[in-house]
Nanobody, 125 residues
Framework: QVQLVESGGGLVQPGESLRLSCAVS????????IGWFRKAPGKEREGISC????????YYADSVKGRFTISRDNAKNIVYLQMDNLKPEDTADYYC??????????????????WGQGTQVAVSS
């Protein structure tokens, strides 16, 4: 049974950091690329980062580039999203999901239908 379980969300002040985890079971991280998405109230879902299962290349949306870092621990089957210098506009529900691949690189579009349940991140002073 495939499961993606996010954790690590919380309430922080602007400028602080959080590390989100996406624990995967039912397949290994060399099978599917994993992406992170977020959904803020009143906004459309945004794909913010992904990591390729083929060559571990990464992608970041402009909104998080330079502040967020995606990585994976193959031994633990976990994908992380390190979020630094958080801003109030980062407030959202964050989800991990399987994503597509194009020419070995991940594409932050959902594919295969596997999603986590989400974790909340709130950035406020």
């Amino acid at each position: 049974q495939v499961q993606l379980v996010e954790s690590g969300g919380g309430l922080v002040q602007p400028g602080e950091s959080l590390r989100l985890s996406c624990a995967v079971s039912g397949f290994t991280l060399d099978s599917y690329s994993i992406g992170w998405f977020r959904k803020a109230p009143g906004k459309e879902r945004e794909g913010i980062s992904c990591i390729s299962h083929i060559d571990e290349s990464t992608y970041y949306a402009d909104s998080v580039k330079g502040r967020f870092t995606i990585s994976r621990d193959n031994a633990k089957n976990i994908v992380y999203l390190q979020m630094d210098n958080l801003k109030p506009e980062d407030t959202a529900d964050y989800y991990c999901a399987t994503v597509g691949v194009l020419f070995r690189r991940c594409v932050v579009l959902p594919e295969h239908g596997y999603w986590g349940q989400g974790t909340q991140v709130a950035v406020s002073s």
